[in-house]
């Protein structure tokens, strides 16, 4: 079936370093699938935080980067420097082609960014 | 903004009780989902309705969860009855019919 693997549990970043969250995934559609980033704030409802359709491309958001590699299955999230405002839990997440529903999501991975 | 509605945003309920969450989705939208959200499990897709047809219901939440969708302007999820092992957050989302959701503030369920 379609999966999504992320790095799991907690990420403890200092203020202003970099980060990447590793997300990797699977499916067994013959289209590419469409991949996202959701991110959910302290208090705050799940929300979309960049998404790309297209192999080979990048999206952004916020200062976030996320780049579609078809050749290793991967979609990892970067963002140069943080800020604590960073702090949230993010999503990987695919849908398997564009004219599916469902969305598939990782388990989440919680960044805690340290003043 | 007429976002997704959830209420009530925190329950707590007795082991064995019954409780119903709401939502209102965004208006116009076709599909609405209901999500469990752990931090071991992650997102758990428990049911899923197009156009207030039942389309999918996780097999393993069929015991003692149920979703029902009277109207396209809202949606229950009636769990019934309640375990500790319930705890949890529960999301609702609503899209016009493609991968572009639109999250609620989610329901905090504590069972006690």
């Known amino acids: 079936g379609d999966s999504v693997t992320q790095t799991e549990g907690q990420v403890t970043v200092s203020e202003s370093k970099s980060l990447i969250i590793n997300c990797t995934y699977s499916t067994t559609s013959i289209a590419y699938p469409n991949l996202f980033w959701y991110v959910r704030y302290p208090g705050e409802g799940l929300q979309l935080l960049l998404k790309v359709i297209t192999a080979g491309q990048k999206g952004s958001s916020r200062g976030f980067e996320a780049t579609y590699n078809k050749e290793t299955t991967s979609f990892h999230l970067q963002k140069a420097s943080v800020q604590e405002s960073d702090s949230a839990v993010y999503y990987c997440a695919l849908v398997p082609d564009t004219n599916a529903y469902k969305v598939i999501f990782g388990k989440g991975t919680h960044l805690h960014v340290l003043p | 903004d007429a976002g997704v509605t959830q209420t009530p945003r925190h329950e707590v309920a007795e082991k064995g009780q019954t409780i119903i969450l709401k939502c209102e989705p965004v208006?116009?939208?076709?599909?609405l989902f209901w999500y469990r959200q752990t931090k071991i499990q992650g997102l758990e897709l428990l049911s899923y309705?197009?156009?207030?047809?039942?389309?999918?219901d996780g097999g393993a939440f069929k015991d003692r969860f149920k979703a029902e969708m009277l109207n396209s302007s809202f949606s229950t999820l009636k769990i019934q009855p309640t375990e500790p092992k319930d705890s949890a957050v529960y999301l609702c989302?609503?899209?016009?019919?493609?991968?572009?959701?639109?999250f609620g503030s989610g329901t905090r369920l504590l069972v006690i």
């Open positions: 309705f197009r156009s207030k047809s039942l389309m999918e």
């Open positions: 208006s116009g939208h076709n599909d």
């Open positions: 989302a609503s899209s016009p019919g493609n991968s572009d959701y639109t």
